[in-house]
Protein backbone atom coordinates (compact mmCIF):
# COMPACT_ATOMS: atom_id res chain seq x y z
CA UNK A 1 0.00 0.00 0.00
CA UNK A 2 3.24 2.41 0.83
CA UNK A 3 4.46 1.65 -1.67
CA UNK A 4 1.60 2.54 -4.14
CA UNK A 5 0.94 5.51 -2.50
CA UNK A 6 4.79 6.71 -3.26
CA UNK A 7 4.28 5.77 -6.90
CA UNK A 8 1.03 8.05 -7.27
CA UNK A 9 2.89 10.69 -5.36
CA UNK A 10 5.80 10.36 -7.94
CA UNK A 11 3.82 10.13 -10.88
CA UNK A 12 1.65 13.46 -9.81
CA UNK A 13 4.76 15.44 -9.16
CA UNK A 14 6.22 14.32 -12.44
CA UNK A 15 2.50 15.42 -14.52
CA UNK A 16 2.49 18.40 -12.37
CA UNK A 17 6.22 19.08 -13.67
CA UNK A 18 5.40 18.36 -17.29
CA UNK A 19 1.72 20.75 -16.91
CA UNK A 20 4.27 23.56 -16.06
CA UNK A 21 6.76 23.58 -18.36
CA UNK A 22 7.12 26.59 -20.92
CA UNK A 23 6.48 25.67 -24.01
CA UNK A 24 9.19 24.51 -26.46
CA UNK A 25 11.72 27.06 -27.16
CA UNK A 26 10.54 29.25 -24.40
CA UNK A 27 12.99 30.09 -21.02
CA UNK A 28 11.42 29.11 -17.96
CA UNK A 29 9.60 31.80 -16.69
CA UNK A 30 11.30 33.61 -13.91
CA UNK A 31 7.93 35.18 -12.42
CA UNK A 32 9.53 38.24 -10.80
CA UNK A 33 8.10 41.62 -11.41
CA UNK A 34 11.33 43.82 -12.82
CA UNK A 35 11.60 46.86 -11.75
CA UNK A 36 10.78 50.14 -14.10
CA UNK A 37 13.69 51.39 -16.31
CA UNK A 38 14.60 55.13 -15.52
CA UNK A 39 13.13 57.40 -18.33
CA UNK A 40 10.92 54.50 -20.21
CA UNK A 41 7.12 53.90 -19.41
CA UNK A 42 4.13 52.66 -20.74
CA UNK A 43 3.22 55.29 -23.24
CA UNK A 44 -0.55 55.38 -23.93
CA UNK A 45 -1.90 56.94 -27.20
CA UNK A 46 -5.62 56.65 -28.66
CA UNK A 47 -6.47 58.22 -31.99
CA UNK A 48 -10.16 57.84 -32.64
CA UNK A 49 -10.69 54.05 -32.84
CA UNK A 50 -7.23 52.89 -32.91
CA UNK A 51 -4.86 52.94 -29.93
CA UNK A 52 -1.14 51.77 -29.05
CA UNK A 53 0.55 51.14 -26.15
CA UNK A 54 4.03 51.61 -26.04
CA UNK A 55 6.95 51.23 -23.46
CA UNK A 56 9.91 53.35 -24.43
CA UNK A 57 10.97 56.87 -23.62
CA UNK A 58 8.00 60.10 -24.13
CA UNK A 59 8.09 61.65 -27.04
CA UNK A 60 10.85 59.88 -28.91
CA UNK A 61 11.80 56.80 -31.50
CA UNK A 62 12.98 55.02 -28.25
CA UNK A 63 10.63 52.41 -28.17
CA UNK A 64 11.07 48.74 -26.55
CA UNK A 65 7.76 46.66 -27.07
CA UNK A 66 4.48 48.04 -29.11
CA UNK A 67 0.90 46.57 -28.91
CA UNK A 68 -1.46 47.94 -31.16
CA UNK A 69 -5.31 47.62 -31.91
CA UNK A 70 -9.25 48.58 -32.85
CA UNK A 71 -11.55 49.37 -30.52
CA UNK A 72 -13.19 46.51 -29.32
CA UNK A 73 -11.02 44.14 -31.87
CA UNK A 74 -9.87 41.64 -29.33
CA UNK A 75 -7.00 41.14 -31.23
CA UNK A 76 -3.12 42.52 -30.93
CA UNK A 77 -0.69 43.60 -32.93
CA UNK A 78 3.03 43.60 -31.68
CA UNK A 79 6.40 45.21 -32.69
CA UNK A 80 9.70 44.86 -30.81
CA UNK A 81 13.20 45.21 -32.30
CA UNK A 82 15.50 43.01 -32.28
CA UNK A 83 19.22 42.37 -34.07
CA UNK A 84 19.90 41.24 -37.16
CA UNK A 85 19.73 37.55 -37.99
CA UNK A 86 18.06 37.12 -34.72
CA UNK A 87 14.66 34.27 -34.88
CA UNK A 88 11.48 35.84 -36.07
CA UNK A 89 9.41 35.30 -32.94
CA UNK A 90 8.39 37.54 -30.24
CA UNK A 91 8.49 35.75 -26.54
CA UNK A 92 6.73 37.40 -23.97
CA UNK A 93 6.20 36.80 -20.00
CA UNK A 94 4.24 38.04 -17.25
CA UNK A 95 4.01 36.81 -13.45
CA UNK A 96 5.24 33.12 -14.72
CA UNK A 97 2.60 33.20 -18.08
CA UNK A 98 4.65 32.89 -21.00
CA UNK A 99 4.15 33.16 -24.82
CA UNK A 100 6.02 32.65 -28.35
CA UNK A 101 4.60 34.88 -31.12
CA UNK A 102 5.74 33.61 -34.88
CA UNK A 103 7.00 37.34 -36.24
CA UNK A 104 7.35 38.61 -39.55
CA UNK A 105 10.53 40.62 -39.58
CA UNK A 106 11.22 43.33 -41.86
CA UNK A 107 14.92 45.45 -41.40
CA UNK A 108 15.24 48.15 -39.60
CA UNK A 109 17.44 51.35 -41.34
CA UNK A 110 16.88 53.16 -38.20
CA UNK A 111 18.39 50.68 -35.41
CA UNK A 112 20.89 48.25 -37.85
CA UNK A 113 18.19 45.54 -37.21
CA UNK A 114 15.38 43.53 -37.36
CA UNK A 115 11.54 45.13 -36.61
CA UNK A 116 9.47 41.78 -35.18
CA UNK A 117 5.88 42.24 -35.75
CA UNK A 118 3.30 39.60 -34.69
CA UNK A 119 -0.86 39.12 -34.04
CA UNK A 120 -2.65 37.66 -31.14
CA UNK A 121 -5.88 37.50 -29.06
CA UNK A 122 -5.82 40.16 -26.56
CA UNK A 123 -6.83 36.83 -24.03
CA UNK A 124 -4.02 34.79 -24.10
CA UNK A 125 -2.57 33.78 -21.06
CA UNK A 126 1.05 36.00 -21.03
CA UNK A 127 -1.22 38.98 -21.96
CA UNK A 128 -4.73 38.14 -19.28
CA UNK A 129 -0.98 38.23 -16.90
CA UNK A 130 0.45 41.14 -18.42
CA UNK A 131 -3.31 43.06 -17.50
CA UNK A 132 -3.70 41.52 -14.44
CA UNK A 133 0.00 42.53 -13.06
CA UNK A 134 0.78 45.36 -15.16
CA UNK A 135 4.56 44.49 -15.95
CA UNK A 136 5.88 42.13 -19.39
CA UNK A 137 9.50 40.69 -19.80
CA UNK A 138 10.77 39.79 -23.48
CA UNK A 139 12.96 37.22 -24.18
CA UNK A 140 15.51 37.60 -26.73
CA UNK A 141 18.55 35.16 -26.63
CA UNK A 142 18.77 33.88 -22.87
CA UNK A 143 18.12 37.65 -22.12
CA UNK A 144 15.46 39.08 -20.14
CA UNK A 145 14.12 42.63 -20.50
CA UNK A 146 11.59 43.69 -18.18
CA UNK A 147 9.32 46.48 -18.84
CA UNK A 148 7.35 47.68 -15.53
CA UNK A 149 5.55 51.06 -15.19
CA UNK A 150 6.14 53.87 -12.84
CA UNK A 151 4.05 54.51 -9.99
CA UNK A 152 1.01 55.91 -11.47
CA UNK A 153 0.93 55.21 -14.39
CA UNK A 154 -0.13 51.24 -14.38
CA UNK A 155 -3.54 52.07 -15.18
CA UNK A 156 -2.97 52.95 -18.72
CA UNK A 157 -2.21 49.02 -19.79
CA UNK A 158 -5.73 48.59 -18.40
CA UNK A 159 -7.06 51.41 -20.08
CA UNK A 160 -5.47 50.22 -23.67
CA UNK A 161 -7.28 46.58 -22.91
CA UNK A 162 -10.16 47.83 -22.06
CA UNK A 163 -10.39 49.34 -25.27
CA UNK A 164 -9.07 46.62 -27.34
CA UNK A 165 -11.92 44.19 -25.38
Do not use: K
Not at 74 to 99: F, K, Q, W
Not at 127 to 154: C, I, K, M, N, T
Amino acid sequence: MRAALLSLSVLAGTLAACASAPAPGMPPPNGSAPAPIPGYDWILHQDGDDARLSYGVAESDDVRMAFDCRRGARRLDMTALAPAGAEPVILLEAAGETGRFAAAADEDLIHDGLILSAAAPADVPVLRQFRRVGWLARWQDGVREGYAPHPGSGGRIERFFAFCG
